[in-house]
């Protein structure tokens, strides 16, 4: 046996358990504020992927134990699940969940492999292959007239194609498809803002929701499950690109506070701009890939053909990563800043 | 204290394991029945024994001289009869036997006899010589041969003189127990480091977890005649690795491929320091060091150990256990396994660490890289180990070189830091040996292609030669002939003979080139592994051949 001969008691189980306990503040927040659905679509998410990933791992011959209990998958199962609409149908769950597991992370070798996020790589497929069905996003609870009970949603989420009516008595257009909706029909963004759905920063319940995963995020850092560089870099990207556009025409942009209060940004940038697997690896890269990925949500969301940019923005970057990680090598100790320049001797 | 410290990057914090080992008194070890003194216990060329079996040899005699510059001697720890010279088990992971000199020792320990050193009125070259034949080597775990460290040329002038007290490695306590006894000795042996290098700035580098020794040295310093700063540095692993701690007290990091020296700064280990003053006020070898004795035993302590005392003896003594799963010469972090607990305490031995179950639990599987970047966090020379790792494994040499592979310390923080356990410094070491492999190879190729044009410009030229001559004489005959014209059937008869015999020779070659082996027709794998073999086989032939000094002419 080589040296050394001890070992912190870090695991890949240990780190992504935190993930999954950081993820609560947000779920419970979730629960809170838009009624249960979200339970369900994490279940059902949770369960795909285990058995998705037990198949994997069986058909490529890898042995089930070490890699079911990494908890990876679920990781993975969680964060497509909290970036899809509450009551998304159920077959819609299922085929992400199987597309993030199968294709993202096993087709490309497997934990550790992927270049893409698994999660926002089924997300993706989803939203353009069905992008009706994913805007079933249940409305703030006090926004609503009848809340949804466990068991109703489920009959949504399982219940098929519902009469349209009794659907949008329940769902909601998000608060960046409403601004989207009403820029698109020549409403400036200070009108579109006094319809019900918008609240101090963000959306009203969204703007909580995205501060329960600022707090989950913040106790990653805190406990260095995550370096700081990406989320900040992320939100930083967002702020001055959402700032910069709103400071010249404040009509036509929403408020960088609006874009940064959005649940999609706080989850993406503390839990899925931070996977280590697909994103950079240096310092400076971290900061590079961070703020890229902020900059091309902005970007995406005002001229994109989508509501929301996070996730391709993600993908985006991670394509990126080799070229950043190579230009972003840190300075090795005792070699010159310029690196393969001999001084003469 | 007002100095400001730097910090370099990284680094961990292991339990630290000290208060097993370090609360206990200090006693000499027992005198052993035998004593095992390899000639080789510093970096360089191994000593050459100077004794002979059968022959009778005091305490401190020399019995193995040293051989050229980068050399130390070694001595008979104590008085007794060479019972052996040859090859025995040392203490090195690889578990091959090295050249040793045993002794079966009297029970007198008797000296030689010994004086001071008057090394103020000695030639700086003289002192330096005196030092290499007492053996003096690194006793911080590197046993460089102090008397080359010592010498700072005429374009390496020392002006800082950093005295490591640092010990960052977990479970080992000799150095601190060391400067909380000996301080006053240790600051002398710095004297005469001050005296050889002439250094103007001497700085004591300990870490905070060592109040006791921090006091015991920094009294002994205020009694001396010249400036000894003793600082307080942080406590973490590898703060104590010399390029960290130069880092630490003067915020300048050594260059790359270059030495301490080029930047004018000089590294010793306190028990360097000890057996220096050791050695010149009193006349001593090094034949004895201090020792931590720990981990699973029943009473961990620290021991004067004389070197060559087999490494069971002091497990014995401070009270083996069951249970035991092996032995560590070191600390847990860089240490490497013995063979055999048989084996002798050496020079670089600092630490006898024995492993059990509960205290070292064997290393949980490994997982696939994350790319979680906690070793890049935690590296000390700013790597980056997943991609060294990356490269490493794919056999991709190149490329883990340009990624600075030869700037790895081997310090194991990576290693400790990954969530998923992969045995990252394994795989550099790997890499490091196969670079070297492949370079040594190459070297051995070129050689041997040199050597065979060489040989193919030899034949040619005798061919020609040959050929010239063969025509020559042929003129010379056909003259002759044309002269006489009754032998005119001959030439025929020769020519028809030389054809026969030439085609012959050809069939002779072609056969030897594809002469049947029994191993045609193998599956593919067996096939592949019979080559490897060979492959093998045939690097090893041509290593074998290839000679030990390069000026051998081909
Ligand atoms: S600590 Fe281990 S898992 Fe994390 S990047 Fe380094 S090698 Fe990979
Ligand atoms: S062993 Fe090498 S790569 Fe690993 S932390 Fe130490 S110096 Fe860095």
Same mark, same amino acid.
């Given at each position: 046996?080589?040296? +050394? ?28 504020? =838009? ?24 058909? $490529?011959?890898? +042995?089930?134990? +070490? ?21 998304? &149908? ?39 292959? @069905? ?26 989420? @399982? ?15 998000? &608060?960046?498809?409403?601004? $989207? ?14 319809? &019900? ?26 406990? $260095? ?18 700032? @910069?556009?709103? =400071? ?7 408020? +960088? ?13 503390? =839990? ?16 590079? @890939? ?10 995406? $969301? ?9 996730? =391709? ?33 | 204290?007002?100095?400001? %410290? ?21 006693? !000499? ?43 130390? !001697? ?77 010498? #700072? ?43 050889? %290098?002439?250094?103007?700035?001497? %700085? ?10 921090? *006091? ?45 020296? *080029? ?11 000890? !057996? ?8 001593? #070898? ?101 991609? %060294? ?103 025929? !008869? ?61």
């Amino acid at each position: 046996m080589p040296a +050394p001969f001890v070992l912190d008691r870090s695991s890949v189980t240990q780190v992504m358990a935190w993930v999954l306990a950081a993820l609560l503040p947000g779920i419970a927040a979730s629960v809170w504020l =838009f009624g249960p659905g979200i339970l369900i679509t994490l279940s059902l998410a949770t369960a795909t992927a285990l058995a998705a990933e037990a198949a994997m791992l069986k058909a $490529r011959g890898y +042995p089930a134990k +070490p890699f079911l209990t990494d908890l990876s998958a679920i990781v993975t199962a969680w964060l497509l699940a909290l970036s899809l609409p509450t009551l998304a &149908p159920w077959w819609l769950i299922v085929t992400g969940t199987l597309f993030a597991i199968v294709v993202a992370k096993h087709l490309y070798g497997g934990l550790g492999q992927n270049i893409f996020n698994p999660a926002m790589v089924g997300y993706a497929v989803l939203i353009v292959s @069905f992008p009706v069905q994913m805007t079933q996003w249940a409305g703030p609870l006090s926004l609503t007239a009848t809340p949804l009970t466990l068991a109703q949603s489920a009959s949504v989420i @399982f219940g098929g194609d519902l009469p349209k009516a009794m659907l949008d008595a329940v769902t909601m257009a998000t &608060p960046l498809d409403a601004l $989207r909706t009403g820029l698109l029909q020549q409403y400036t963004v200070d009108e579109i803002m006094t319809q &019900p759905i918008f609240g101090h920063y963000g959306g009203i319940g969204f703007e909580w929701l995205a501060g329960a995963f600022l707090l989950g995020g913040l106790a990653l850092w805190a406990l $260095r499950i995550i370096s700081w560089q990406v989320p900040l870099a992320f939100l930083a990207g967002i702020w001055l690109a959402a700032g @910069f556009l709103h =400071f010249f025409d404040a009509g036509r942009f929403g408020a +960088p506070w609006f874009h940064l209060f959005a649940p999609s940004v706080m989850l993406g940038a503390f =839990f899925i701009a931070t996977d280590p697997v697909s994103g950079a690896t240096t310092p400076r890269g971290k900061l590079i @890939f961070g703020f890229g990925a902020g900059l091309l949500t902005i970007v995406i $969301r005002t001229w994109g053909g989508y509501p929301d940019g996070v996730a =391709f923005a993600i993908l985006l970057m991670n394509l990126a990563v080799p070229l950043i990680d190579a230009w972003t090598q840190p300075r090795v100790y005792g070699v010159a800043p310029r690196r393969g320049k001999e001084p003469p001797a | 204290m007002s100095r400001t %410290l730097f910090s370099f990057k990284g680094g961990v914090h292991p339990p630290g394991h000290k208060a097993e080992s370090n609360t206990r008194p200090v006693h !000499a070890a027992p005198l052993p029945k035998k004593l095992v003194i390899p000639l080789r216990q510093h970096i360089g060329t191994p000593a050459k024994p100077v004794v002979e079996v059968g022959e009778r040899v005091l305490k401190g005699q020399l019995i193995g001289a040293a051989d050229g510059y980068i050399s130390a !001697a070694v001595h008979a720890s104590s008085s007794g009869v060479v019972s052996a010279i040859g090859p025995a088990v040392v203490p090195h992971a690889s578990g091959l036997p090295d050249e040793c000199i045993t002794i079966e020792t009297d029970g007198r320990d008797e000296w030689i006899a010994h004086a001071p050193l008057d090394y103020r009125t000695m030639t700086p070259a003289d002192l330096r010589l005196r030092l290499r034949d007492l053996g003096l080597a690194g006793l911080g775990g590197a046993v460089f041969p102090s008397a080359v460290k010592l010498d #700072p040329g005429a374009t390496h002038p020392c002006p800082t003189l950093i005295v490591n007290g640092g010990e960052c490695e977990p479970w080992i306590t000799c150095d601190d127990v060391l400067m909380r006894t000996h301080a006053d000795d240790i600051l002398q042996g710095v004297a005469v480091m001050r005296h050889l %290098l002439g250094s103007t700035e001497i %700085l004591v580098g300990i870490e905070d977890n060592k109040p006791e020794a921090l *006091d015991s040295m920094r009294s002994a310093a205020a009694k001396l005649d010249f400036a000894v700063e003793v600082v307080a540095v942080p406590a973490i692993y590898p703060g104590g690795g010399a390029k960290q701690l130069i880092e630490t007290l003067t915020g300048k990091q050594v260059p790359s491929g270059k030495l301490s020296t *080029d930047i004018g700064i000089q590294v010793f280990n306190v028990g360097t320091a000890h !057996a220096l003053a050791r050695a010149v006020h009193h006349g001593e #070898p090094l034949i004895s060091r201090l020792v931590t004795v720990t981990g699973h035993v029943l009473r961990p302590q620290n021991v004067e150990v004389l070197i060559g005392t087999p490494m069971h003896a002091l497990i014995t003594l401070a009270g083996d256990r069951e249970g035991t799963t092996g032995v560590l010469m070191g600390g847990p972090m860089m240490g490497m396994p013995m063979p055999d607990p048989e084996v002798p305490v050496v020079k670089a031995t600092n630490c006898i660490l024995v492993q059990s179950n509960e205290l070292f639990p064997p290393l949980p599987k490994a997982l696939p890289c994350i790319r979680c970047t906690r070793c890049a966090d935690a590296c000390p020379a700013v790597l980056q180990p997943q991609e %060294l790792f990356r490269f490493a494994k794919a056999g991709d040499f190149g490329r883990a070189q340009e990624y600075s592979l030869f700037d790895c310390i081997e310090c194991g923080c990576c290693s400790y830091v990954c969530p998923s356990h992969i045995p990252l410094v394994d795989f550099y070491r790997y890499a490091k040996s196969e670079i070297w492999a492949r370079e040594k190879e190459k070297r051995a190729s070129d050689l041997a292609r040199e050597r065979h044009e060489f040989r193919q410009f030899r034949l040619e030229r005798e061919k020609k030669e040959k050929a010239e001559k063969l025509a020559a004489k042929a003129q010379a005959k056909r003259a002759e002939l044309a002269a006489d014209p009754s032998a005119s059937g001959a030439p025929d !008869a020769d020519a028809k003979k030389a054809l026969i015999a030439a085609a012959l020779a050809r069939a002779q070659a072609k056969k030897a080139g594809v002469e049947p082996k029994n191993v045609d027709h193998l599956p593919p794998d067996k096939q592949h592994e019979i080559e490897e073999i060979e492959a093998r086989r045939a690097k090893i032939r041509a290593l074998a051949r290839q000679p030990l000094e390069p000026e051998e002419n081909p």
